[in-house]
């Protein structure tokens, strides 16, 4: 359940996909002339990035490597085809106010990007819960531009008029233009608020100004320059005497080790001591064998050589 939470914030806020990652601004800046239509825009593409990460788990153990993204481009635009009709059919208005953007989603790198970099490497129910939050981020983010350019540019809200008859509706706020400035300005202020420490320190009171860049001046700035220094230099001194200890205590388990394969060629084994004595007692057994054939041809060659000097004689 935790780990379903963090994909939600992470996908909402943390990395939220049009004011953190900047992804999907064609529809962002095309279809938020009015909030219902930022509205609409951003659920069609949350059910199509929640189905489309499911089916693309799914079938993550079927798809080949280097077939991956063609493979995801087929089941996103299958998964669009589908919305798109239903939404031809049950609010054909909406459709027409959409438009093109609608077949558009099928390449958007929000879909590409979470089914190649979490459904095609998790399982089913976190690639839902991964595509939930990235889904309900972008919708979050396109009704926000809705709402400001609507109440600005028109002074409605929902279709709803909410400022007085005399208000002069700014008609720039409804073009491309006036979307790219809103923007540009609501990015600038969830940083505005979010971003407090941009140092690459972690702990804040380790720095002159306590780590917030909000409050940064001129000679803060060389002072938090200097702590940095500072910090950075301990930190690699750090390294390096851990690898210095790391290098010695090698070394001396390398030679431990020489010195144990040393000793243990040198010293004999008692398989050593085994083998000696039965080596000299097969020496005896030999020497007294070949001693006893000796002794026992001996009288046999006396026999045959008497049995030859009498034939000789009788020859004579």
């Keep these: 359940m935790k780990k379903a939470l963090k994909q939600l914030y992470n996908g909402i806020l943390k ?6 990652l900047m992804l999907g601004m064609c529809p962002a800046l095309a279809t938020t002339t009015s909030a219902a239509n930022g509205l609409a825009m951003g659920l069609v593409t949350t059910i199509v990035l929640v189905l489309s990460n499911l089916f693309i788990s799914l079938l993550r153990k079927l798809i080949p490597e280097k077939l991956r993204i063609p493979a995801f481009i087929i089941v996103i635009a299958s998964l669009v085809t589908m919305i798109q009709m239903l939404v031809q059919a049950l609010f054909p208005s909406l459709a027409e106010g959409l438009g093109l953007y609608i077949p558009l989603i099928t390449v958007s790198c929000i879909l590409l990007g979470r089914a190649e970099a979490f459904a095609y490497r998790n399982d089913p129910l976190s690639s839902v819960f991964d595509g939930l939050g990235t889904g309900l981020g972008f919708t979050i983010g396109l009704t926000v531009i809705g709402i400001v350019r609507e109440i600005i ?23 491309p233009a006036g979307a790219f400035f809103v923007l540009a300005s609501l990015a600038a202020l969830r940083n505005r608020f979010s971003v407090k420490e941009a140092s690459g320190i972690e702990e804040g009171e380790k ?37 210095e200890a790391k290098a010695r205590q090698l ?7 020489e010195n144990r394969k040393a000793a243990a060629a040198l010293a004999p084994t008692e398989e050593s001591f085994r083998r000696k004595p039965q080596t000299k007692k097969t020496e005896q057994k030999k020497i007294e064998l070949a001693a006893e054939t000796e002794v026992k041809s001996q009288p046999e060659t006396k026999a045959s050589e008497e049995s030859d000097k009498k034939e000789e004689d009788q020859n004579a």
């Design 153 to 175: 540019g028109a002074g409605t809200f929902f279709g709803l008029r909410i400022l007085p008859a005399f208000y002069e509706p700014f008609a720039i706020f409804l073009l």
């Design 251 to 257: 070394a001396a388990l390398k030679a431990e080790e």
């Design 207 to 243: 720095l002159i100004c306590g780590g917030n860049c909000k409050a940064c001046s001129d000679y803060k700035c060389v002072e938090n320059r200097e702590a940095i220094a500072r910090e950075n230099e301990r930190i690699i001194e750090e390294a390096r005497l851990e690898r």
């Design 15 to 20: 990395e939220n996909p049009i004011f953190v």
